[in-house]
């Protein structure tokens, strides 16, 4: 009876082994994806081949990358050869978490670590992955520009951007002074605001660092090195929020806004077909806003613990847009 009960009791310690280690196996690798279809949904690249051609591109300097342990502390050890799927899925796992908005425990569950190995790795890859796709945001030429404006802007030969700014919810400061900062009258809520430059074939083109709520669109553009891109002639699409006729004038520059009343009761029927040639147009910025913002990581509440990052996630997620087909 007592050899059976040890037999059993073995038994069961190498069950209890074997479900810990299932535990540990990450329910999802990056090979493990094998649409176009579930890349986009999950990491918002378009294609399973897109994935792995940005990982050939990112995997010599990812190498390299420290482990983020703390403020100030990084891993001292390097990667090795060994680490190739590894930081492969390390890659779809920061794209999952600013994809789909994941709290930090669903995402370490999800690859089978810890919470705190997540969350090391997380602030390893973002910073890198912000220096290293910020050269897809480009600032083209306007004989570039010109050469592939769409249909719907040839009534505007000469528009090189349209602009806007976007707010992103954050969770609530508890110093007073960060509230009265990041507090967004028109959204009523704590965000930050950043400007964004559109082509006009709906490529991102321009990004401010992020500004608290309070900003107004005028002081966002002027201190954000948009009008140094400026050059004469060239026409900038903007709402009425941006006064910045004269900044653009000073540069031999225009600026296209909808009318609007003027003072007036109601609009004349020019103005009013001007306003709808105008939306129509500028609808495409919109449509490029709402593109950035379907990663969840920005269309959610940010935590004030990654309100820090939030210059690099604009930039990773507006990088990532720019590799998706064109909007018109």
Known sequence: MSKSI?????????LQ??????????????????TDRKMKFYTGLPTVAAFHELFQYLEPRARKLRVWRGAK????????????RKLKDELLMVLMRNRLGLLNEDVADRFGISPSVCSNLYNT????????????IIWPSKDVVRANLPA???????????IDCTEIFIETPKNLDSQAVTWSDYKKHNTLKFL?????????????ECWGGRASDRHITL?????????????????????IQED?????????????ARGKSQMSRGDVERTKRIANVRIHVERAIQRVKTFRILKNELPISMIPHADELVTICAAICNLMPPLV
């Open 6 to 14: 040890t037999a059993l009791q073995r038994k069961c310690q190498t």
């Open 125 to 136: 890859w973002v910073p890198f992955l912000s220096r290293e796709l910020k050269p897809l």
């Open 223 to 243: 201190e954000s090195g948009f009008l140094d891109k400026v050059e004469p002639h060239d026409n900038i699409m903007a709402d009425r929020g941006f006064n």
């Open 152 to 162: 719907p802007f040839k009534a505007y030969p000469n528009v090189r951007c349209i």
């Open 17 to 34: 082994k074997k479900v810990k280690e299932m535990q540990k196996k990450p329910n999802i690798t990056a090979n493990s994806i094998q």
């Open 248 to 260: 653009l004038l000073f540069r031999q520059a225009s600026l296209t806004i909808p009318p609007g």
């Open 73 to 84: 502390r990084q891993s001292a050890k390097k990667r090795n050869i060994a680490t190739h």
């Open 196 to 208: 964004i430059g559109i082509t006009p074939n709906g490529a991102v083109s321009f990004l401010s």
